[in-house]
């Protein structure tokens, strides 16, 4: 009775911990074309054949003494020897004696626990993969080990190492297929993992990359016991799977079977540039973690040109120009800038990549260490603020009217008709979002009244709002008189400047410079707008348009 417990809490264990390990990115049904082929070695486990195999007793010495461990990190009653011990389809890449200088650390008998979880994913899972893969005439795949690390499987050998010899690949065993490889595979991190365990990056942004890392319950990997009394799944062993929300904004960076670069600033240049970065971002919104917002999108800005995924199909330029992550070709198309673009990036004086001062090889890519700051604020942060009209839908009390024009041979521009039924003299407020600490110049873009064939008569204003809802205008002139923010105070100015757009063209009016006291970027609450006032009344309704046919409103940053 006590053996069969005893097994039967050890095939438990072993069941927990195969589910810990994660399920396998290819299907099943591709693993078992395993030819039938001679072999000097008899059919039996794994951990059996492997013990037999002369050269190869290091590996399978580390197989013996290395446990298991869970999903926290601790070692269970159970090594890698066991695992390989037991029904499990599994395919090994035992690698030789000789490939590995110094087998002290993997073979010793009293590892730590730290020990055991270091060896376990970064040695011994990196030579095992689920399932079978046999190798034959014209096998070409990706095989994915139990750490997740992706590796390329031919004919002649993985990753460039070859078999020991012919006799010694495709071993037959009654769990799986042994392979013999002269060499070992070396543990290699992926870019989200070196920049999350980097001594030198690690305490910069590594740890505030990987804060945003979620949990969650993977129920197929989970074992069931059933539902509660109030109808929810009820687990014996919950098995959470890791995620990163930070990972899609740069492309899965994290990914084994993807080729990437990264271009990382020394720690010097990253907190210089972080410290001039970092004063776009001071927000004042009450309520809100302002350092922690004003962290996030520092960081997130910094990285915005950090990462370009070199797959010939996304970056199809190469070598003469590489996009990073974040292009967009709408975007570029729009804006007529070349937003995340690089030309030449291997050029030996210039290039993005080959002006680096230092290079690591990763598992997905190659990390360039860069001594200074490539990416301009203009390309990057500080971005032209350009607010459509026809994006205009919730105008107070007043009447909208999208139409099209087109004046002399350009392209047809939509244009928005502001205007108030039964009134002339209307005020029209537009909230401006995404706007940034800084100085901006605001410019509005009016097209011809070709209805009325009527100039307009416009008094433009700039506010700023404190979150407190106190009310503070902040435009200048056109004597170009400054406006002043000091903390706690704040200047309200009467501007009296009135606009008449031309009738045979667009006309662009400056409006004049703000300095915004606050970053306001991606909050719900705009706190800066632009007020349109129509200066028509009874005495100039003869003369002058009432209704307005507005372009855009624009903000320019000012970069000192």
Not at 7 to 30: H, P, Q, R, Y
Not at 82 to 110: C, G, H, I, M, R
Not at 300 to 315: A, E, G, I, R, W
Not at 317 to 325: E, K, M, R, W
């Amino acid at each position: 009775m006590n053996s069969y417990f005893n097994f039967s809490k050890k095939s438990v264990l072993l069941l927990a911990a195969v589910m810990i390990l994660g399920s396998c990115k290819d299907t099943w049904n591709e693993h078992y074309s395993f030819k039938e082929t001679s072999s000097k070695y008899p059919v039996s486990k794994i951990a059996e054949t492997l013990d037999g195999i002369s050269g190869f007793d290091q590996f399978y010495e580390a197989l013996r003494t290395t446990k298991m461990c869970d999903k926290h990190g601790v070692p269970l009653n159970i090594t890698y020897l066991d695992l390989l011990s037991e029904d499990q389809f599994l395919t090994v890449w035992a690698p030789s004696n000789s490939s590995v200088q110094d087998w002290s650390l993997y073979t010793k008998k009293n590892k730590s626990a730290a020990e055991h979880k270091e060896v376990g994913e970064k040695f011994i899972m990196n030579h095992i993969a689920r399932f079978k893969h046999s190798v034959g005439e014209g096998t070409d795949e990706m095989i994915y080990m139990l750490n997740g690390k992706a590796y390329k499987s031919t004919n002649d050998g993985l990753d460039g190492r070859a078999y020991h010899s012919a006799d010694d690949r495709n071993i037959r065993c009654s769990n799986g297929v042994l392979h013999c490889i002269d060499g070992h595979l070396e543990y290699l991190p992926n870019l989200y993992e070196f920049i999350t365990t980097s001594a030198d990056y690690k305490d910069i942004f590594g740890d505030w990359f990987k804060s945003y890392t979620i949990k969650e319950l993977d129920p197929s990997r989970s074992v069931a016991q059933g539902f509660n009394d109030d109808g929810e799944m009820v687990y014996v062993d919950s098995v959470m799977t890791e995620y990163n929300i930070l990972l899609n904004r740069y492309a899965r960076i994290n990914a084994e079977d993807s080729t990437f670069a990264m271009v990382l600033p020394t720690p010097r240049v990253w907190d210089s540039v972080y410290n001039h970065i970092k004063e776009s971002f001071e927000f004042a919104e009450a309520g809100l973690n302002n350092d922690s917002l004003q962290k996030f999108y520092t960081n997130t800005t910094m990285m915005t040109d950090m990462f370009y995924n070199l797959n010939k199909k996304v970056n199809r330029y190469l070598p003469d120009s590489v996009f990073s992550t974040k292009y967009n070709a709408t975007e570029n198309r729009r804006d007529n800038k070349p937003y995340h673009i690089f030309s030449k990036p291997y050029d030996s004086n210039t290039g993005l990549f080959s002006s680096s001062v230092d290079s690591i090889e990763c598992s997905n890519g190659m990390v360039y260490i860069i001594d200074s700051w490539p990416f301009a604020d203009t390309l990057t942060y500080l971005r032209r603020i350009r607010l459509e009209a026809e994006s205009y839908t919730n105008l107070s009390e007043m009447s909208l009217k999208q139409t099209s024009i087109q004046i002399d041979d350009n392209d047809p521009v939509q244009v928005m008709r502001i205007s108030q039924e039964g009134r002339k003299d209307w005020d029209a407020k537009i909230y401006i979002h995404d706007n940034l600490k800084g100085r901006y110049s605001v410019k509005m873009v009016m097209a011809p009244d070709v209805v009325n064939m009527m100039p307009n008569y416009i008094h433009p204003k700039v506010s700023y709002y404190m979150p407190n809802r106190k009310e503070v205008d902040l435009v200048d002139s056109v004597t170009i008189e400054r406006v002043e923010y000091r903390p706690g105070k704040f200047r309200n100015l009467t501007v009296k400047y009135y606009a008449i757009n031309s009738l045979t063209k667009m006309d662009t009016i400056e409006i004049g410079e703000i300095d915004v006291p606050y970053c306001n970027y991606d909050m719900n609450q705009a706190r800066l707008s632009v007020t349109l006032s129509s200066g028509v009344n009874e005495m100039n309704s003869e003369k002058y348009s009432s209704e307005l046919w507005l372009d855009c409103i624009i903000l320019d940053p000012i970069v000192e």
